[in-house]
């Protein structure tokens, strides 16, 4: 497949989410090949930004909901010692539950 931007021929090709064209490594972003399609991607949600209406900026077509527990995992999974905490403290509600 040829590239959009720059015309060589690419083996295995980038698609742009927004324009929808192939391009090669070099130009696979939307910044390097100047895309159309992300303009108007961010004047859509310029508009709603106006409009009030929640804004999320994600790429994908998926856009996926954050659990109330995430934070909470988050937080525990960049601090070892956290883990250790939790850890003792689940083994002390059993001990406390089992007597």
């Known amino acids: 497949m040829t590239c959009y931007a720059c015309e060589t021929n690419d083996p295995m090709p980038f698609t742009c989410k927004f324009c929808k064209h192939e391009f090669c490594a070099e130009h ?3 910044e390097d090949h ?3 399609g992300l303009q108007v991607f961010k ?6 930004l106006r409009k009030g209406k929640k804004v ?5 077509k998926k856009v996926r909901e954050q659990k109330w527990y995430e934070p909470l995992k988050q937080k525990i999974e960049s601090n070892p010692n ?8 689940a083994l002390l509600l059993i001990m406390l539950l089992t007597f």
């Open 28 to 30: 696979r972003l939307p």
């Open 34 to 36: 100047d895309c159309s």
């Open 43 to 48: 004047q859509k949600k310029q508009e709603e």
């Open 56 to 60: 999320s900026i994600i790429y994908s």
């Open 82 to 89: 956290l883990y250790i905490g939790v850890f003792l403290l």
